[in-house]
């Protein structure tokens, strides 16, 4: 099964871009982020038309997440995390395809920090720690995919003054991606392996709104110490 994960940034703005990539990559299982789109707006019959049955949590302006099945129709099992009966915000959903359980999540971003957006952040990533758990306690296979909202290592971002204090790298931010990978088991990590002329790697390519052109993706299996 080849699962990806994508965060469009407005997906009635680049679903060109979306049919494009998917005609050329052909994945089984795709995670949106941040549709940023009302729910009955969700271009479900193009995709449809496409061969992929799809299933959505949209919200106006912000946040969003849809999961795709090429020639399979998700079946929907949660439209939100569980552990705060008033979080509105449309950024989890999950679906069972093909016998494989796919959690795709829009982590909040954190800034600024310290306040009220980081406090959430770091709640809603307890919650998914606690998910998590839960899932890997049930012995199913599953796969949490979507935008962390974290910069996991120095290598992983292009140093500036004004990454200064983000939210995104934080060692809060860090402590817990590790602890989520570690609840939930070995974790299949996708890391975009382009690098500069410094040699990092660039998380700059998982937030262009469409696949970057040179960008490639690894997997690996990892278990966070």
Known sequence: MKIATFNINAITKRL??????????EPDVVCLQEL???????????LGQLGYGAVWV???????????????????????LLGD????????????VNGVLIGCLYLPNGNPQP??????????????IAHAATLKAAGIPVVLAGD??????????YPSRSMDGNALIRPESRRLT??????????????????????RSGAICANAGRPTKGCAWTTSCSRPT
């Open 148 to 157: 962390y909202n974290v910069v996991p290592t120095d290598q992983d971002y």
């Open 58 to 80: 949209g919200e106006r302006t912000w946040n969003g997440v849809a999961i795709l099945a090429r020639g399979a129709e998700p079946v929907l099992t949660r439209s939100s």
């Open 115 to 128: 306040g009220p957006k980081f406090a959430y952040k770091f709640a809603w990533f307890e919650r998914l």
């Open 85 to 96: 009966p008033n979080d509105r915000q449309a950024r989890y959903i999950e679906a069972a």
């Open 178 to 199: 590790r602890a989520c990978s570690i609840r939930a088991g070995p974790t299949v990590c996708a890391r975009c392996s382009r690098r500069d002329r410094s040699g």
């Open 16 to 25: 060109d871009n979306l049919i494009a990539w998917l005609g050329e990559a």
């Open 36 to 46: 940023k789109a009302e729910e009955g707006v969700f271009p479900a019959e193009v």
